[in-house]
């Protein structure tokens, strides 16, 4: 069986298994790495796989984190008696982003050396084969979002203005465009650094403040947008206001100094996307010029 360390709850999360039932997979659930960890000492190394001793096993781990006991066990000195196989999975900085359990040989004996060895090959191809995936993944990712904020970028944005204005979709929505007012004297104040911390906040306030089924895009610098859907003209300024309000009375002080632009494009749904896009940018820089900080587009 495979498990990878769940980031939020640090819990092993199986991923993969064979030769296992349903319920002795699902018992393992409450594993936790940094218990398990405790395994993982030099007196119990054979080419990089630990192989444990039940009731050290056991002492060492504490009641909450068994292993299901084997089976199939042999007699004599060379037995398999309960004993626990673990092999973590490093990452390529020699983290430890899971283990793979292996139990129950069907010779009832302790695995040979070469045996161990093949199965911390096969324990380094698997995680030379969730590094490429995890990529793999990040890179299909980063194709509609943007890297630094992780909101969606302005790719997806005229992808999902195309889908939201579509003749078969004619549903209202509002387009707003934001920008932020004094975003470079944050830069030239504060440095760069602090500047992407600050950009990547006010994207967490937009993503948090945004209605259900709304979506919030970074279009470039310290520019972004919201796509509104269903919404007009009132619900666009509610959302407008709520941001505005959260931004003045946000607790990280750079945040606290920021102010920002918003140019609002009302629409049934049926408008060209290029046309929301001007429309709304230039509302913007209305608003941006004449210090109202908020414009509708006629």
């Known amino acids: 069986m495979i498990q990878l ?3 939020d709850t640090h819990l092993l999360r199986p991923v993969a298994a064979a030769g296992c039932t349903e319920s002795e997979v699902a018992a393992t659930a409450v594993l ?3 218990l398990i960890s405790k395994l993982f000492e030099p007196e119990f190394d054979i080419a990089g796989c630990y192989l444990v001793p039940r009731q050290e096993a056991e002492s060492r781990v504490g009641e909450t984190q068994l292993v299901y006991r084997s089976a199939m066990n042999g007699r004599g000195p060379h037995a398999w008696e309960h004993h626990w196989l673990v092999v973590p999975l490093l990452d390529a900085e020699g983290a430890v982003r899971g283990v793979l359990w ?3 040989p069907h010779s009832r004996l302790v695995p040979s050396e070469h045996v161990l060895q093949a199965l911390r090959i096969f ?3 698997a995680m030379e084969a969730l590094a490429v995936a995890t990529q ?3 890179t299909r990712f980063l194709a509609v979002h943007d890297p630094l904020t992780r909101l969606l970028n302005r790719r997806a944005l005229l992808e999902e203005l195309a889908l939201a204005t579509c003749d078969e979709a004619a549903t209202p929505l509002a387009l707003v465009f934001l920008d932020v007012d004094n975003f470079k004297e944050v830069n030239d104040e ?3 650094a602090a500047g992407d911390r600050v950009l990547s906040l006010f994207a967490a306030l937009l993503a948090e403040l945004v209605r259900a ?4 895009f970074r279009v470039g610098g310290d520019e972004f947008a919201l796509l509104l859907h269903g919404a007009g003209e009132e619900d666009a300024r509610e959302v407008v206001g ?3 309000t959260a931004v003045e009375g946000n607790i990280h002080p750079l945040v606290r100094t920021l102010s920002a632009s918003f140019g609002i494009a009302p629409s049934t749904g049926r408008a060209r996307p290029q046309r929301l896009l001007r429309v709304a940018d230039e509302a913007m820089y209305d608003a941006k010029r004449s210090g109202t900080r908020i414009e509708v587009a006629a």
């Open 5 to 7: 360390v769940d980031e």
């Open 32 to 34: 936790e790495l940094g």
């Open 102 to 104: 292996a139990d129950e």
């Open 136 to 138: 793999l993944e990040e």
């Open 242 to 244: 709520r941001i505005m």
């Open 123 to 125: 324990a380094n191809h």
């Open 190 to 192: 504060h440095g760069h």
């Open 213 to 216: 089924g709304d979506q919030a």
